[in-house]
């Protein structure tokens, strides 16, 4: 299959394979699941082309595991899954997180608790994708609102993942994931790919663990010159074993800050009208476009109302938000749960006087613009 | 001709090693790297991959490629490193935990997918890192911490599991028969496809001493006189086997590991392409 | 009924398998084939097969920003539950279009039945009434060419089924004439 420039009609989920094979990805290794099986179907048909490997586990436990093992390797590797796959990859995200393993996760959320409504959409993993894991841990999680942006934001996923070693999650929904839409594919040399640095100097000397100027350490591969070790354990500067508590401030202050120093780099936004908005909606995902059809709605009755899109949802467009939500005289929040995650996030930023409304969907339907026009007039 | 030390794979300054006296970990590891050197292994094409519990501590004493995981779950990670690159040798160290009772899904899977990794499993019967409860290895009616009026539940045979679900090479060992654990570590590593070497192993920290085996060399003493070689252990009628187990090599086949089916696999599909 | 309309919006309801999210992706390939921008979405249960299933159209010069239909130019029933549901949308204008050998005859402003699947029989294969019914709704509501559409089933598929199905594109097309 040639990656040239040509118009498609695509579905979210092969978009976001079609955005992985770009930035170079060459192991897939998954367990099929609702709404997200399209991704494993498409990565099957299409690594043994690609001289890549698809291989499917047993479970997403063993999924997880796979790709942090090949990522290790030299891969450039991803899993996709939904719900309870990614309840289940927890553990070992956070050894991606403590060992600094390049790869991707594709949430494709899905409406819950527990097995819930496999088929119909949700947004209701913000916490868990921020959270979910024991120990105190920073990833980077994007949420695309459309079918190119499977393609674009999973390229981005792939190379923060190799620029900062860290887990990237691409958290879409069944909405996204399912709609099919208009796509140009960017030609090769189009976006920009990132691959992780690697160690230059003597072999005897490389410590996987310790950090250049920028935050980040380089990586090597399992069967390079460069022998290493890697832990889920808390390690010193050369991978093994060290129970000193110094050595243990510095390595968890490590992972936070790494991604802390690159916010700027990281934190992905769009914003349309903000300008002047004295109504401004917060959005990530599908509810993007219902609050843009609902912003427009306002502006045609004469009221000043925009939408920041945060295609970044982790770590948290704080300054942003910030700045936007000082203008504003109400903030939207739309999104698909219950309790208002990211309305609780925007909450903290804006204080307790700010006037923030919550529109919340949580019966598996989408909200729609009407929806969203219903909560604030 | 001397022998074989295994030292270069060794980290120095780390011995005397962490696991107590009489355990059985230190022999694998002894035989592993001796194995190394015998097979004129490289560190940069060697990975060993451990999980959680005493045997999970062996990459410390490694100067290989390591990758230390979560419990249960290194053959899954092991995985994802043949199937990427089928060039490293890739060694999976577990314990009876790791392999058999929170990761027996994993090893189900391995076994039959015939990921061609070598697992060595030191089965203690017990989980001897958190203070000797039971596992899915301990027996019947066995007391640990968790079951001190006698384990409810039956003993998983750990070679028997590997039989039948595929793998290609199976041997079971213990530290008493020290040589011939090499030999089967070996051939395990040499063996193409999923090769395990379960290892009888005493605990008498936890297991032993709750089980009448209080002295290290107690429970050598049991696995001397317990463990029969293979021809020997085969030829007792079924009754008379009670209370005795099988050493050495049990299974040994020829079929092909999952990179190799996956090879042929990608043939057919370019072949489909043209 | 509108005509050359920079936007419009379909619904395709029925049931699963019956083809509709196929002609749903054949409509949106042949928008992309003129230079519009298209969505396509579905929506069903848990089964790929039986149960209500919709596919949903929005074809438009400009981008599209809400993914949903808000107010359909026309709307294709193919089982009784699916002319129950958007049966009033008729009363706003909607176009209702459903396959009189499968439903119920109805009279009423704005819905029309057409024997989509009693004409595929006759034509040799009883599964291509939906494409009959691409067919008669492209051709009625102005939306997309008949040339695109036959070049997607061009592309699609290829001998004696590209040639039937290509049949059943003109036959519905000839329809609405």
Redesign the interface.
């Known amino acids: 299959m040639e990656l040239g420039r040509k118009?498609?009609?695509m579905q979210g989920n092969q978009a976001i394979v079609e955005g992985a094979f770009y930035a170079g990805a060459?192991?897939y290794?998954g367990y099929p699941i609702?709404p997200s099986s399209e991704i494993a179907e498409e990565s099957a048909k299409r690594m043994?082309?690609l001289g890549g490997?698809y291989?499917q586990?047993?479970?997403e436990?063993?999924?997880m595991?796979?790709?942090?093992?090949?990522?290790?390797?030299?891969?450039k590797?991803f899993t996709a899954t939904s719900g309870p796959g990614f309840s289940l990859m927890q553990?070992?995200l956070?050894?991606a997180v403590m060992?600094e393993v390049p790869c991707v996760v594709i949430n494709v959320q899905r409406s819950g608790p527990s097995t819930g409504l496999?088929?119909k959409p949700a947004q209701s993993d913000v916490m868990q994708i921020r959270w979910g894991r024991h120990g105190d841990q920073s990833v980077i999680a994007l949420c695309p609102a459309s079918v190119s942006e499977c393609f674009t934001l999973t390229v981005t996923a792939f190379n923060f993942a190799e620029k900062f070693r860290v887990p990237v999650i691409l958290a879409s929904d069944e909405?996204v994931g399912?709609?099919?839409?208009?796509i140009t594919i960017p030609s090769p040399g189009e976006l920009a790919v990132a691959e992780r640095k690697k160690p230059t100097g003597e072999p005897a000397a490389y410590k996987p663990f310790i950090a250049d100027e920028d935050g980040v350490a380089p990586l090597a591969?399992?069967?390079?010159?460069?022998?290493?070790?890697?832990?889920?354990?808390m390690h010193g500067p050369d991978?093994?074993?060290n129970n000193n508590p110094a050595n243990a401030a510095w390595r968890v202050a490590q992972l936070h800050k790494k991604i802390e120093m690159h916010r700027e780099e990281i934190i992905i936004t769009k914003t349309f009208d903000t300008e002047d908005a004295d109504i401004l909606f917060i959005a990530f995902g599908?509810t993007t476009?219902?609050s843009?059809?609902a912003a427009?709605e306002l502006r045609k009755q004469g009221i000043r109302a925009g939408v920041l899109q945060l295609m970044t949802i982790w770590p948290f467009a704080d300054k942003k938000i910030a700045s936007l939500g000082e203008r504003a005289k109400t903030v939207v929040v739309p999104e698909m749960n219950y309790s208002g995650q990211v309305a609780g996030e925007v909450q903290r930023i804006l204080g307790a006087g700010a006037d923030i409304r919550k529109v919340n969907s949580y019966n598996g339907e989408?909200i729609?613009?009407q929806d969203i026009l219903k909560a604030i007039l | 001709m001397s022998h074989a030390t295994g030292l270069q794979y060794l980290k120095k300054g780390v011995l005397p090693h962490m696991w107590c006296s009489g355990c059985g970990v230190g022999v694998m590891l002894g035989a592993l790297v001796r194995s190394f050197e015998e097979l004129g292994y490289e560190r940069k094409d060697t990975v060993v991959v451990t999980g959680i519990g005493c045997t999970g501590k062996t990459d410390d004493y490694l100067v290989t490629n390591a990758l230390h995981t979560t419990h249960g779950r290194a053959l899954a990670y092991a995985t994802g490193i043949k199937a990427f690159n089928p060039k490293l040798h890739v060694v999976v160290l577990m314990g009876d935990g790791d392999s058999v009772t929170i990761g027996g899904n994993h090893f189900l899977h391995a076994a039959r997918r015939n990921m061609d990794l070598t697992a060595i499993i030191i089965n203690n019967f017990n989980f001897g890192m958190t203070g000797g409860q039971f596992s899915g290895t301990t027996p019947a009616d066995a007391i640990t911490q968790t079951s001190i009026y006698g384990n409810a539940e039956r003993q998983l045979d750990i070679s028997a599991l590997a039989e039948l679900a595929g793998a290609n090479y199976v041997a079971r060992g213990t530290p008493y028969h020290v040589w011939e654990l090499k030999t089967n570590i070996k051939e395990a590593l040499s063996k193409k496809g999923f090769s395990v070497v379960e290892i009888y192993s005493p605990c008498p920290t936890h297991f032993g001493k709750n089980n009448k085996m209080k002295e290290a060399t107690a429970m050598l003493q049991w696995l001397k006189e317990s463990g029969l070689p293979v021809e020997k252990y085969n030829s007792l009628e079924k009754s008379a086997r009670k209370g005795f187990f099988a050493v050495g090599k049990l299974v040994d086949r020829e079929e092909p590991d999952f990179n190799t089916r996956y090879e042929e696999i990608r043939r057919r599909a370019m072949n489909l392409k043209v | 009924m509108k005509t050359n309309k920079d936007r419009c919006e379909v619904i395709l309801a029925g049931s699963g398998g019956q083809g509709l999210v196929v002609s749903g992706i054949m409509l949106a390939e042949a928008a992309i084939l003129e230079g519009k921008n298209v969505v396509q979405t579905v929506s069903y249960g848990i089964a790929t097969r039986g149960g209500f299933s919709m596919a949903e159209v929005i074809i438009d010069k400009e981008e599209i920003i809400f993914q949903q239909v808000q107010k359909a130019d026309i709307v294709l029933t193919l089982t009784e539950e699916a002319m129950e549901k958007f049966q009033s949308f008729a009363d706003s204008g909607t176009s209702i279009i459903y396959d009189s050998t499968l439903l119920e005859e109805r009279r009423g402003s704005n819905i029309c039945g057409y024997p989509f699947t009693d004409m595929a029989g006759k034509l040799g294969h009883v599964g291509m009434a939906n494409i009959i019914a691409l067919g008669f709704m492209a051709q009625k509501a102005k939306m997309i060419g008949t040339d695109s559409l036959e070049k997607v089933i061009q592309e699609r598929f290829s001998g004696n089924v590209m040639e039937m199905n290509l049949k059943a594109l003109q036959a519905g097309v000839n329809l609405a004439l």
């Open positions: 118009v498609k009609l060459r192991f290794a609702t043994p082309l490997i291989m586990m047993e479970d436990i063993a999924s595991a796979a790709i942090i093992g090949a990522s290790l390797a030299g891969a590797s553990e070992n956070g050894l060992g496999a088929t909405v399912h709609m099919r839409e208009n591969s399992y069967g390079s010159d460069y022998v290493f070790h890697v832990s889920s354990s991978g093994y074993s599908a476009r219902a843009r059809a427009l989408i729609t613009p």
